[in-house]
């Protein structure tokens, strides 16, 4: 069983920068593909970020796309969501997630999520 814990949410400006960390405990990190996704107030689950095991291949929503970049480190069981030119459409409860298959997208084939941090981005 995986244990996934989010941290470094907080409120920031528009245009302002945040990094999100997730570190995995439980498991053996390197064999998890790994996910951020996002969920505001009235809104599904959507995809934000994927990462392949050894962080070789990174994916990305459009919407982010430029502005966001994830990360690993499989020697501190982490991932990192690098957000930058935050916008207040980006205000969300942030989730990680594992996958030992590389669902990329789909939020259904994540085997493990993490509590979530909160996003609030103000104009």
């Known amino acids: 069983q995986v244990q996934l814990v989010e941290s470094g949410g907080g409120l920031v400006q528009a245009g302002g920068s945040l990094r999100l960390s997730c570190t995995a405990s439980?498991?053996?990190?390197?064999?998890?593909?790994m996910g951020w996704f996002r969920q505001a107030p009235g809104k599904e689950r959507e995809f934000v970020a994927a990462?392949?095991?050894?962080?070789?291949?990174?994916y990305y929503a459009n919407s982010v796309k430029g502005r966001f970049t994830i990360s690993r480190d499989n020697a501190k069981n982490t991932v990192y969501l690098q957000m930058n030119s935050l916008k207040p459409e980006d205000t969300a409860v942030y989730y990680c997630a594992a996958d030992r298959r590389l669902a990329i997208t789909t939020a259904t084939m994540y085997d493990y999520w993490g509590q979530g941090t909160q996003v609030t981005v103000s104009s």
């Open positions: 990462i392949s095991w050894s962080g070789g291949s990174r």
């Open positions: 439980g498991g053996t990190f390197s064999l998890y593909a």
